[in-house]
C-alpha cells in the first residue's frame, strides 16, 4: 500500500506535466504562477500558525495533552481511537492552522512513520475545517439556519477519523 | 471562536503546569514555539510550492474541465434542485474540482459564486434547500489527489515516506464523504418525514 502513495507522486507531477505540454500551455510559467500562490497562502497563515504553535507547544509541554490522554483513554479505547489523536480530532473541524499545529507537535512527539503518526496525518488529510467551510459558504450567501448541516457534517468528521484509524491498522 | 479556543490552550498550559511543577519548561516552550512556527513553515514551503505550482499546470491545461464532466452525472444526482446546465452547478463543479486538485485558492470564490447562485434559486429564504446542505457537507470532506500540506508537515517532521500515506488519505477521505452524503440524505428523509 506504501508503494502505490510513493509511486504516485511522480506519476501525477509527469502526467500532469505532459499532459500540459500537450496542450501546450507556457508550462514554467504556470508553475511559477502557482508556486507564488503557494507563497502568499503560507504568508497568509503565518501569523495564525505562530500564534497556534506557540499555544500547542505550551500545552505539550505542561503535559495537559498526557493528562487529557489518560482521562479519555477509557472513552477512547471503548471506541476504538487512540487517546494520542484526540486533540487533533477536536481542533480539525475548528481552525485550519490550530490543526496544523497539532498535527505537527503530534508527528514530533511520536515520530511521522509510527503508527499514531500515520494515523494522524491521514486524518488531517481527509478532512475540511468544516465550521470555517459552513461560515464562510453560509454567510456569503445569507443563508441564517443551517438546518441539518452540522450534524451531518460532523458525522463526516467522525467516520473520517474511525476511518483513518481502520485504515492505518487493517490494510 | 478561535480566540476563545487559544485562550483556553494557554490558561491551561499554565494550569497543568503548576500541577505537573513544570513551569520553567512552559517559559520554554513560549519561545521555543514561536522559533518553531516560522522553521516549521519555512520547511514546509518547497512542498508546498512544488504542489501549488504543478496543480496549476494542471487547471490551465483543461484537466480540471476532464474531471468536472466526470463528476457531472454523480453531481446532478445529489443536488437535483439544480440543472446541470446552471450557473450554479457550473461553479459547483468548478469549486469540488480545485478542492480535489487542491487548488484552495481557486475553491474558496467558486465555492462562494456556487452558493450565491444557489441561494438565488432557493425558496426557501435563510434556510438551506437540501442540495445547498449537500454541497456545503461535500466540501468538508476533503477529497484530494495530494494532500500536500499533511505531506508537507510529514517531510518537515522528517519521515521517511511523506506520500505512504497516500492511499490510506484517498481511502479514508472517499468514505467519510460517503457518510457525509448518507447523513444528508438520512436527516432529508427525516426532515421530510416530520414536516409532512
Redesign the interface.
Given at each position: 500500500m506504501d508503494k502505490i502513495g510513493i509511486y504516485a507522486v511522480p506519476f501525477v507531477i509527469v502526467f500532469i506535466v505532459v499532459f500540459g505540454a500537450v496542450k501546450r500551455v507556457d508550462l514554467f510559467e504556470c508553475f511559477r504562477e502557482g508556486a507564488k500562490d503557494g507563497i502568499t497562502s503560507l504568508i497568509s497563515v503565518a501569523p495564525s500558525l505562530i500564534g497556534l504553535v506557540i499555544a500547542v507547544n505550551m500545552l505539550s509541554a505542561s503535559g495537559f495533552f498526557d493528562i487529557m490522554c489518560s482521562l479519555l483513554s477509557p472513552v477512547c479505547n471503548a471506541v476504538g481511537i487512540p487517546p494520542e489523536i484526540l486533540p487533533l480530532g477536536l481542533i480539525r473541524p475548528v481552525s485550519g492552522s490550530g490543526s496544523f499545529a497539532v498535527l505537527s507537535s503530534i508527528l514530533e512527539t511520536y515520530g511521522p512513520d509510527s503508527v499514531i503518526g500515520r494515523i494522524a496525518s491521514v486524518m488531517a488529510g481527509s478532512t475540511e475545517t468544516t465550521f470555517y467551510a459552513i461560515a464562510v459558504y453560509y454567510g456569503a450567501a445569507g443563508i441564517k439556519k443551517s438546518g441539518y448541516t452540522v450534524p451531518a457534517a460532523l458525522i463526516a468528521d467522525f467516520s473520517s477519523m474511525l476511518i483513518s484509524v481502520l485504515t492505518v491498522r487493517y490494510i | 471562536?478561535?480566540g476563545y479556543?487559544?485562550l483556553f490552550?494557554?490558561i491551561?498550559?499554565?494550569?497543568?503546569?503548576i500541577?505537573?511543577g513544570?513551569m520553567d519548561?512552559?517559559a520554554?516552550?513560549?519561545t521555543?514555539?514561536?522559533d518553531?512556527?516560522?522553521q516549521?513553515?519555512i520547511s514546509?514551503?518547497g512542498v508546498?510550492?512544488?504542489?501549488?505550482?504543478?496543480?496549476?499546470?494542471?487547471?490551465?491545461?483543461?484537466?480540471t474541465r476532464g474531471i468536472a464532466a466526470a463528476l457531472s452525472p454523480v453531481l446532478k444526482r445529489l443536488m437535483p434542485d439544480y440543472s446541470p446546465e446552471s450557473e450554479a452547478m457550473q461553479a459547483v463543479s468548478a469549486n469540488i474540482t480545485a478542492n480535489i486538485l487542491g487548488l484552495?485558492?481557486a475553491a474558496?470564490p467558486s465555492?462562494?459564486r456556487a452558493?450565491?447562485e444557489?441561494?438565488s434559486g432557493n425558496r426557501l429564504g435563510?434556510?438551506?434547500n437540501a442540495s445547498?446542505?449537500m454541497?456545503?457537507?461535500i466540501?468538508?470532506?476533503?477529497?484530494?489527489?495530494?494532500?500536500a500540506?499533511?505531506?508537507a508537515?510529514?517531510q518537515?517532521?522528517?519521515?521517511?515516506?511523506?506520500?505512504?500515506?497516500?492511499?490510506?488519505?484517498w481511502?479514508?477521505?472517499v468514505?467519510?464523504?460517503v457518510?457525509?452524503i448518507f447523513?444528508?440524505k438520512l436527516?432529508?428523509r427525516l426532515?421530510r418525514g416530520k414536516n409532512g
Open positions: - | 471562536m478561535l479556543i487559544w490552550m494557554i491551561a498550559s499554565v494550569v497543568c503546569s500541577i505537573n513544570k519548561i512552559l520554554e516552550a513560549v521555543g514555539g514561536a518553531k512556527a516560522i516549521l513553515l514546509m514551503a508546498m510550492c512544488l504542489w501549488t505550482g504543478i496543480m496549476r499546470i494542471a487547471e490551465k491545461s483543461g484537466i484552495g485558492n474558496t465555492g462562494i452558493m450565491k444557489m441561494q435563510d434556510r438551506p445547498m446542505i454541497f456545503v457537507v466540501n468538508t470532506a476533503s477529497v484530494q489527489i495530494i494532500p500540506t499533511a505531506a508537515l510529514r518537515a517532521a522528517g519521515s521517511s515516506d511523506p506520500y505512504s500515506i497516500l492511499p490510506y488519505v481511502i479514508s477521505s468514505l467519510a464523504l457518510a457525509g447523513a444528508v436527516f432529508g426532515r
